[in-house]
């Protein structure tokens, strides 16, 4: 189609406006279903440049947003793409998208009212208008339910941005953003703002670098390797062959059919399983590491056995090597045998929260063999609880998992895959139990497909990998197009987000967070730290101590 026909053209304006005057700046030339064409005066948006008004000087821009009346009410769009008009220097072509629309102000003539939605499109020739900073408060202004500011909206210097606190988690949302945006503050910024709403929630973040501890230190409970004592027994079937199971291709499942029988026979003999009428390999009922390896070692000397000794040797080794390697302590410790479940789960739930509302799961000093097991189960618990806590008074978690492209990545080979399973069936069925899951990575392309389309709410702030824009582009919403497009434009600490937890799409610059909440995840100064001389004998023999006990 040419859009540079002769019969539609939008005449610039032969004389300077004065900039008191905020007139249309163009016209709807071609009205298409959620998006539509518009035709720009390149003059008119020159002369607003200098308006004092942030947000009328930066009419036309890509990103920017413009409104067009319908009958009543206004009609509020996004600029997602300009191209000059070849046939008339003076105009400009632009692609937009529909927002939304409100109801105008009959003194002040601005919008108030906004909803998201189109009831009734523009015609061709509608005059379009630049929004105001105070179009802007009005639009973005949130509403009766419950929220949490977090930033300004871009380019307004003081409207406020808010998110939608239950849409938000009710439908699950991701933060993304390349190394060095300041994805790490974001994120502390956020939870920081939801603790302060809800000191009574329930939040379980997965940790894998340690920087959220420090800054969760008052609102929030943390454990690491000395506290979490992760019952070992908890694990459920699939768990425990990811980390005793050590064989590939047939051999892995003859070990795995063997470590069945016998790890049934070990939880058969706490006196729990009397009291339950159906025990399998996944009910978390506490057993005795010895009582499996001697059941291993009593089914080995049995001559009806179908295999040689060679799997049962396999298992019992790698469980003996497992129990005496003090790295695994803190999960496979003889001390964990009590059956400590509904402690641990009020510890690591915050049930109750007690004016702490965050767990920080740091695993970042775990052998890294076995984090992804601690990660599967730790997140099984949170889905397991909701499901077998349904008719009970409903106590909602949020799993916030931290490089979550580690956990669930797009290949399905290789080991980790437990992990795997449950965040994408957390994604696709948490909602209905009540568990919220947040996923923060700076490579959403490698996430499993699907599960970034099943967040409600993406804060995206700057992505330089072309594959990843694109990825994120295909999970978000159409009327968020516009904004897309400058995702590798964002600064530190600004963000797109669209979706379920804001009215509509918008970019933010987010609020500074205070020293004392902020991540350990700040950048070294070289320049600065190479000056610094003096004490590295020291330096050594302390980080050498902890290297050895592999502590911190």
Not at 400 to 415: D, K, L, M, N, W
Request: glycine content about 8%; some cysteine; overall charge negative.
């Amino acid at each position: 189609m040419n859009y540079m026909s002769d019969a539609v053209h939008f005449k610039p304006a032969a004389a300077p406006v004065p900039l008191s005057l905020v007139g249309p700046i163009g016209i709807v030339f071609e009205t298409a279903g959620s998006s539509s064409k518009i035709i720009l005066d390149a003059v008119r948006l020159e002369q607003l440049g200098e308006h004092d008004d942030p947000c009328i000087a930066t009419a036309g821009q890509v990103g920017s947003q413009v409104k067009m009346r319908v009958g009543q009410s206004w009609l509020i769009a996004s600029i997602r793409a300009m191209a000059l008009d070849r046939a008339n220097d003076g105009t400009i072509i632009a692609d937009i998208d529909f927002l939304g629309e409100g109801e105008e102000e009959p003194v002040t003539r601005c919008i108030h009212h906004f909803r998201r939605g189109v009831t009734r499109y523009p015609r061709p020739g509608a005059e379009i208008h630049p929004v105001s900073s105070e179009d802007m408060r009005q639009i973005y202004a949130a509403d009766d339910k419950p929220h949490v500011q977090i930033g300004t909206v871009y380019p307004t210097a003081d409207t406020r941005a808010a998110l939608y606190v239950d849409s938000m988690l009710g439908k699950h949302f991701a933060l993304l953003g390349s190394t060095g945006t300041g994805k790490s503050t974001s994120a502390a910024l956020i939870l920081h703002r939801i603790c302060d709403l809800s000191p009574q929630g329930h939040i379980v973040m997965i940790d894998p670098h340690g920087e959220y501890g420090a800054a969760f230190a008052r609102n929030g409970a943390v454990f690491d390797v000395n506290n979490l004592a992760l019952p070992y027994w908890l694990m459920n079937f699939e768990e425990h062959c990811e980390v005793f199971v050590t064989s590939q291709g047939s051999e892995r499942t003859v070990d795995s059919d063997i470590l069945a029988k016998c790890l049934l026979a070990a939880r058969s003999k706490n006196r729990l399983a009397e009291s339950i009428g159906r025990l399998t390999v996944d009910s978390p009922i506490p057993y005795l590491l010895s009582d499996l390896t001697n059941i291993l070692q009593n089914e080995m000397g049995k001559l009806e056995k179908g295999t040689g000794t060679l799997p049962y040797m396999r298992l019992k080794t790698k469980i003996d090597e497992i129990r005496s390697d003090p790295r695994y302590s803190f999960m496979f410790s003889g001390m964990l045998v009590a059956d400590t479940m509904q402690d641990f789960l009020a510890k690591i739930f915050r049930l109750p929260s007690g004016g702490k509302p965050i767990s920080i799961i740091d695993v970042s000093a775990m052998p890294s063999d076995i984090t992804s097991v601690v990660v599967s189960v730790l997140s099984r618990l949170v889905f397991d609880y909701a499901l077998w806590a349904r008719d009970e008074p409903q106590r909602p978690i949020l799993l916030v998992c931290e490089e979550a492209h580690r956990y669930i990545p797009s290949t399905t080979a290789g080991s980790g895959q437990a992990v795997r399973r449950i965040l994408e069936r957390i994604a696709k069925e948490g909602r209905k139990y009540g568990v919220s899951l947040g996923l923060i990575t700076q490579r959403p392309s490698d996430l499993a497909e699907g599960v970034l389309s099943q967040c409600g709410t993406i804060i995206s702030m700057r992505l330089n990998n072309d594959r990843d824009q694109a990825f994120v582009k295909a999970a978000m919403p159409e009327g968020a197009r516009g904004f897309l497009d400058s995702i590798p434009a964002l600064r530190n600490r600004e963000a797109i987000i669209c979706g379920e937890g804001v009215a509509v799409p918008i970019r933010v610059a987010l609020d500074t967070l205070e020293e004392e909440r902020r991540p350990a995840s700040g950048d070294p100064s070289f320049t600065e730290q190479w000056r610094e001389t003096g004490g590295e004998a020291d330096i050594l023999d302390r980080t050498i101590t902890r290297w050895r006990s592999q502590g911190r």
